[in-house]
């Protein structure tokens, strides 16, 4: 499948909820908007972005069964919240279902819920933008958001913080790869 825009939200419009489908557009706009900002290819944070969250509702047995068949998912990833799963997982299943092989889109697919050490332009540009687009509304954002106006870096450092402190104060465990990226951007 030759993809953009268009035809990998069509793709991925019959997996999602309407709410969720609509966050996919945001995600998307706000990507590019960063793509453009700071220099990542736009066409492949177009395709990132619109695929982002493909296996969000997928059934659990099924992304287990990746996780544990799949020898390139980490088996740790069962250790942690299903929450995170769907990006990993999803990055796998879309280069089976429709040819995704573009690693650099895969990797922003992956990543994008808890970030990763030595993460890409592209890769920090789809993470802020899940976490930034302007149907969000949690303790934190508007830091985030003001802070992509200027630095990258800084804004993703602020989103991993947010999410540590999240989850620490919920008594949560906390994936380390968000660990990794927050002490590699700081």
């Given amino acids: 499948m030759e993809l953009n825009r268009d035809k990998a939200l069509e793709f991925v419009k019959p997996y ?54 799949d020898r390139r998912l980490p088996k740790d990833l069962l250790d942690y919240h299903h929450e995170l799963w769907h990006g990993p997982v999803g990055a796998l299943m879309l280069e089976r279902e429709i040819g995704l092989d573009d690693k650099e889109v895969k990797s922003a697919i992956q990543c994008h819920t808890t970030g990763k050490k030595h993460m890409t332009v592209l890769d920090k540009v789809v993470f802020l933008a899940d976490y930034i687009e302007p149907g ?38 906390v994936y380390p790869d968000t660990f990794h990226a927050f002490n590699d951007l700081i």
């Fill in 16 to 69: 999602l909820k309407q709410k969720r489908y609509e966050h996919t557009i945001r995600v998307t706009d706000q990507a590019v908007e960063l793509a453009e900002r700071f220099g990542a290819d736009v066409w492949k944070t177009e395709i990132a972005a619109a695929l982002h969250d493909y296996a969000k509702y997928k059934p659990l047995d099924e992304m287990k069964r990746w996780i544990l068949e």
């Fill in 136 to 173: 969000r509304d949690f303790p934190g954002v508007e830091v985030a958001r003001d802070k992509s106006k200027e630095s990258l870096d800084d804004a993703c450092a602020t989103a991993l913080k947010n999410t540590i402190h999240f989850l620490v104060d919920k008594e949560r465990t």
